[in-house]
């Protein structure tokens, strides 16, 4: 089962920086398209910016699963670094459970956006593009979040993936 886990946790990570580094470039690309056509052609593309924020958005949400699972998300943990052994274990397992608690709320109502967005047909004005496409990128995004951090309580000393500076 741990070497499910693991293989689980480097494939979602994996795909979540691919996609998160796709998404990256393609906002480049549109980037300089833009500027291209704004400053050479006077035309600029009217739906550049919307477009930019949707691919930033989904590229940050499903690359924070490779966050979630090589755990180098930034955590005020000092009072947890005092504690030894079995307290430390004990608090990390609690700030863990706490985070589930937190994203799995957060993605619950974030469900419930987009399917009243999808209810409703709204539509973005640059792009005509549904706007609940753009806000399941959220949800799918806290989503992949959750997977991860579920797996990483049952696997938190998966070799070289941890924070830098921590042992394994």
């Not at 937190?102 to 973005?124: D, H, I, M, P, W």
Request: hydrophobic content about 55%; charged content about 10%; aromatic content about 10%.
């Amino acid at each position: 089962m741990r070497q499910f886990l693991l293989g689980f946790g480097r494939s979602i990570s994996g795909i979540g920086l691919a996609i998160a580094g796709a998404c990256l470039v393609v906002d480049v690309v549109i980037n300089g398209a833009n500027v291209i056509a704004r400053y050479l052609f006077l035309q600029p593309f009217s739906w550049a910016e919307e477009a930019m924020v949707y691919i930033m958005i989904a590229g940050v949400f499903w690359g924070a699963a490779a966050v979630a699972w090589r755990q180098v998300d930034i955590r005020i943990d000092a009072f947890v670094h005092l504690a030894g052994g079995l307290l430390r274990t004990v608090l990390n397992t609690l700030a863990t459970l706490i985070s589930i608690v937190v994203l799995c709320t957060l993605f619950e109502k974030s469900l419930s956006v987009t399917a009243q967005l999808y209810a409703y047909g709204q539509r973005n004005d640059a792009l005509n593009m549904p706007v609940w496409i753009a806000h399941s990128a959220f949800a799918s995004g806290l989503f992949l979040i959750i997977l991860m951090v579920i797996t990483r309580l049952f696997v938190p000393d998966a070799p070289g993936e941890n924070a830098p500076g921590e042992d394994s």
